[in-house]
């Protein structure tokens, strides 16, 4: 079983619209949680850090449920530029471990 | 100012042969780490260093040797190369704090490695 699951997609959605991606992982003692994102033939970048109480950056927002093991991303309003992979990270014994990837392909 | 660079960014060889990919951090961080990122996506952990010792050697051949002469360089020697070598292998960086729950990776451009 991986310790990093995502529906990989493809998630082709209009301008504007409003995506949620999925994740789920093995480890219940995992420490901490990211969402990277990476755009094609480029590096992962982180895009934000994911905190037990939620957390929101402008049209992002990310959910840990801890209990039910799973990383929500939601992003509001979606951009052109917001085409991309989206990879779940979680850490554990101070190793990370990537899930797949979803892709976002998001249409005029 | 790159935070983290790989040299070379395209590297296209023979089978058999050897080669090495060198990775740089300027960002004082103590850990580096060896990612290959294949044809399907998937970014797996190769190696990792702490302060030039060696933390992960997750199952990989041992024809690749890391190699970390000093905490902001962590080079990636590959002996006779095979056809499933190609992909594209990142290098990153990040910052332990007495060895719990790490802070976030900073990846370099990556190495397109091809093997013909």
């Known amino acids: 079983r991986k310790e990093v699951e995502q529906d990989p997609g493809p998630f082709n959605v209009p301008e504007g619209a409003t995506v949620a991606f999925n994740c789920t992982y093995s480890?219940?003692?995992?420490?901490?949680f990211f969402w990277y994102r990476q755009d094609c033939r480029k590096e992962p970048k982180l895009l934000m850090s994911?905190?037990?109480s939620g957390n929101e950056d402008g049209r992002f927002t990310a959910q840990l449920n801890r209990a039910s093991q799973y990383i929500s991303l939601l992003i509001r309003d979606s951009k052109l530029s917001d085409s991309a992979t989206y990879l779940c990270v979680v850490n554990y014994r101070n190793q990370f471990y990537f899930g797949t990837g979803t892709s976002l392909t998001v249409i005029p | 100012d790159t935070a983290v660079s790989q040299t070379p960014k395209y590297l296209v060889t023979q089978m058999g042969n050897d080669k090495s990919i060198k990775c740089e951090q300027n960002?004082?961080?103590?850990?580096m780490y060896w990612y290959k990122q294949d044809s399907k996506k998937f970014l797996k952990i190769m190696f990792s260093?702490?302060?030039?010792?060696?933390?992960i050697n997750e199952t990989v051949p041992n024809r690749f040797s890391p190699k970390s002469p000093d905490k902001a360089h962590l080079n990636l020697h590959i002996n006779s190369l095979e056809l499933g070598d190609s992909a594209v292998y990142f290098c990153a960086s990040s910052q332990e704090y007495g060895r719990v729950a790490v802070e976030t990776q900073y990846f370099g451009p990556g190495t397109r490695l091809l093997v013909l």
């Open positions: 260093y702490n302060n030039k010792e060696l933390i």
């Open positions: 994911v905190y037990s």
């Open positions: 480890n219940s003692a995992s420490q901490s």
């Open positions: 960002l004082g961080h103590d850990t």
